[in-house]
Structure formats: C-alpha cells, structure tokens
C-alpha cells in the first residue's frame, strides 16, 4: 500500500535568471508545437510499424527464431527507453536540455531509417534499440523543457496537453503505419526521416533555459538542499510505474477483449479503441481545466480506472466493454499529466533532467511490463477479462491506500496550485 506523499521542496533560486518566457504569439506557438512533436516520437517509435509486423514475419520467415524476433523490432524500443531513460537525465543536466535534443532528434532519423537498407534481421533490431536510445533522450529532453519554461497552471496545461499529443498520435501513426506498409513493409520506416525537420527548428527556435526564482527560499537554504530527492521522487515513480500498467491496458488488450466477446470485425475494433482513445484525450483535457493540485487528485482518479476496469470485467457485451474502457480511459487521461505533473514539483532546476529521466523510466517500464502482467493474470484466473478486474481491484487498493495517507498527513487539499503563472 503506497505511502503518503512527501511535499514538493522549493525550488532552487537562481537570482540572475531571465524573466519568464513570452506565453503567445508565434514564438510561443511554435516552442510547444515542436515540444509536443518532440514528445510524439517515441510513440511514432512503438506504433508505426505494428501493421506491417506479418509482412516482416514472413520475409524473414527462413531465419532461426524469427517468430520470436520480429515482434522484438516492436517492442525493444520501449525497452530500451525504460533502462536508459535515468542515465538521459543525468545528461541532459550535465550537458543541456536543448543541445542533447536536438542531437537525438537528428540521430532518432538515422536509426528510424536504417532498416530501409539493413538486410539482416538481428541488424534491424540492433536499430531499432538504438531508436529507444534517441527515444529516452527525446522524451526526457522534451518533458524537462516543459519544466523549465512553464510553471503552475500553465505547466499543468502543457503537461497534460502532451498527454493528449501523445493518445491521438498513436492513433494517427497506426493508421499511417498501415497505409504505407500496403506497398511494402520497409515502407513505413521513411516515416522516421520527418525528425530531420524538426531538429533544425528546434535549435532555432528553443531558447536554453534557466533556473527561476519559484519561492522564498535564499540561496545559502538553496545549496544545503542539494541532495537529490530519491525520497520525495521514489513514491511517485511507484505509483507511475503502476499507472502505466493501467494506462496500457485497453489499447493493448482492447482488441482481445472483443474477440472474447466475438466481436471479429476490425472496423469495429478500430472504432471502439478509437472512441477510448478519445476518452483520454477527454481526461487529459478535464485534468487541466481542474487548475487542481495533483497529489490530492489522485485517490480519486485511480478509482475511476478501477471503476472502468471493473465495469470491463463485468461486460458480458461489446457495447458494455466500451463503456468500461471510456471510463477507464477518461481516469488515465487524467492519471498521467497528474502523476508527471506531481513528478515535476518535487524537482528543481538543477535536478529536473535527471528526475524527468527516472520518472520516464518508470512508465515505459510499466508499459513493457503490462502485457506481461496480464498475461500471467490471465493463467492465473482463466480469463484476460478476469486479469483485468484483478488489476482494477489492485487499483481500488491503491486509491484506498493514497486516500487514507492523505487523510492521516492533512495532504487532501482541493485549492489551486499555489504556484504563480509563468
């Protein structure tokens, strides 16, 4: 059972730094569409090429072990991300955010397209960790620049419309994905050539940050609280690594749920992980309109994944199934900007890469591990539908735990951030 959470510690002051960045016009316009264009490459990364993964099983068909390693060129993206997602951070705190992302953004191109000449099978996977690598750096860089720009509400609103980016990109990449795999499934990986535009736009128009002055705290306070917050970050990356699981559950196992329902055509299937993807983009937009501090927040938000999980284990029909997966849906739109919004206040500038990149960790480690998960709770309990109610009652314990530590340290508090806006 999690813990109370510890409170966010002030943020170092730096007295030399600029004023806040401008929050309109084009300038502005264009720092977080490329921010959030950054943060929808790693997705770009885990999506693409899911479509043409058969076309790939059977031109490598003649090689030992293939039915196993095709489905690695999916998946050990996310893996990588996981294990070197905290050794990016420490980077990008030692070299700068701007400089390492617009390096990785350029290398994601030059692994993104290397199996368009590789013809070796254990040589596209080798690429393709490679793309996990550019992947931990982008999305690191990505999420800790939003950090420093913004703070407050604003932060808030950016985070959780990075959430939103990110559920209807892989939407969008599927279907791009599909598209272009239909002549040929080399095809798609051309795709991964659009982060050749981005990484000079990015080194133009991002401005290198600095720290700000975000509290009272004087500067000789500032240096005795140095130390890395393993602390106050360690809960949060708990119950992030948990709430992946459940962030992943209805757009990895949405079409296996149906089939057990009997629902064989794909359309359907399309249109009801549509409509759940929608929900999140819905929950990620309710997040950010609270103006709600999100450490109080998320007992009620895990009980409302556990409501929608436990309405899909119950649904004895597809249109039943959906609702659930709305439901649930609309809690894990609000549950990630909440988690990674929580993540960021306990972090100062000095430290934001570093925490950013163990936070990240966190979450594809639980997005690796879910579909493991559920697997072994569908031996378990004889059904994938049962795996999921076991999950949605994991998570009913877990809002249960975070609303009673809450209660016991005085930490329910519904008033808006208490930060001032950038």
């Given amino acids: 059972m999690p813990g109370p959470l510890p409170p966010p510690r002030p943020a170092v002051v730096d007295a030399t730094a600029p004023s806040a960045l401008a929050v309109s016009g084009p300038a502005h316009l264009l720092r977080v569409t490329l921010l959030m264009a950054g943060s929808c490459l790693p997705i770009l990364g885990a999506v ?24 690695l060129a999916l998946t050990v993206p996310a893996l990588a991300l996981a294990l070197l997602a905290p050794f990016a951070g420490v980077i990008v705190d030692r070299v700068g955010r701007k400089r390492l992302l617009v390096v990785a953004t ?47 509400h604003r932060r808030v609103k950016y985070l959780a419309l990075q959430t939103m980016c990110a559920s209807a990109s892989a939407t969008v990449f599927f279907v791009i994905g599909g598209a272009a795999g239909s002549a040929g499934w080399r095809v798609p990986f051309w795709v991964y050539a659009v982060s050749l535009a981005l990484a000079p736009l990015m080194a133009f128009a991002l401005p290198n940050p600095a720290a700000r002055a975000d509290s009272e705290e004087t500067p000789a306070e500032a240096e005795a609280r140095r130390s890395f917050p393993w602390r106050q970050l ?28 009997g629902v064989k055509n794909t359309g359907v299937i399309g249109l ?51 609702i659930g997966a709305v439901v649930n849906c609309v809690g894990t739109g609000m549950l990630l900007p909440a988690l990674l ?22 979450f594809f480690g639980g997005e690796f591990i879910c579909p493991l998960v559920l697997l072994a709770g569908e031996s378990a309990v004889g059904s994938l539908a049962g795996a999921v109610g076991v999950l949605g009652l994991a998570a009913a314990l877990v809002a249960a735990g975070l609303w009673a530590a809450g209660r016991r340290v005085g930490a329910v508090d519904p008033r808006p951030l208490p930060e001032q806006l950038a």
């Fill in 48 to 71: 693409l090429i899911a479509p043409v993964l058969p076309k790939m099983q059977d031109h490598f068909a003649s090689v030992p072990g293939a039915k196993a390693l095709v489905p």
């Fill in 106 to 152: 350029v290398l994601y191109a030059l692994f993104g397209t290397a199996p368009l000449w590789l013809d070796s099978l254990g040589g596209i996977i080798a690429s393709r960790a490679l793309v996990g690598v550019a992947e931990a750096a982008i999305m690191t860089c990505c999420t800790t620049l939003i950090g420093d720009y913004y703070s407050g």
């Fill in 234 to 261: 360690g809960g949060i990356c708990a119950l992030t690594f948990f709430g992946a699981m459940v962030f992943y559950t209805v757009p990895v196992e949405m079409s296996y749920l149906l089939d057990d329902l």
């Fill in 272 to 322: 009801a992980t549509a409509i759940a993807s929608a929900a999140t983009v819905g929950g990620a937009v309710t997040f950010a309109r609270l103006k709600r501090s999100p450490d109080p927040m998320l007992p009620a938000v895990f009980a409302v994944c556990a409501v929608g999980f436990g309405v899909m284990f119950l649904a004895g029909n597809a249109p039943l199934l959906v």
């Fill in 341 to 362: 919004t929580s993540a960021m206040s306990r972090l100062a500038f000095e430290d934001r890469g570093r925490g950013t990149g163990l936070w990240t960790a966190a």
